[in-house]
């Protein structure tokens, strides 16, 4: 099981996956939680990594931002093996 702090990485990088996607699409943090079903504030605090995001929330952004979230947790997996984490 990866450690605590390679856990960590890899949901940053996930986050950082989604907020970069959202960004690229244009999308304002408000607009985001309303197409998903959450509070702007929730989603404020995901991208700023002050709430560790249940998989649900994450599901829930990915399929408003018509990502595959599988494709992004391997991605964010392979990531942080690069960095040498």
Do not use: C, F, W
Request: glycine share 6%.
């Amino acid at each position: 099981m990866p450690s605590t702090r390679t856990r960590e990485q890899i949901i940053q990088n996930i986050i950082d996956s989604l907020r970069r996607e959202r960004e690229r699409q244009g999308r304002s943090q408000n607009e985001l939680a309303r197409s998903a079903g959450l509070s702007q504030p929730m989603v404020l605090r995901v991208e700023k990594y002050e709430r560790l995001p249940t998989i649900d929330t994450l599901l829930r952004l990915a399929d408003a931002l018509e990502v595959d979230l599988g494709q992004i947790i391997s991605d964010a997996s392979r990531e942080r093996g690069r960095k040498g984490h």
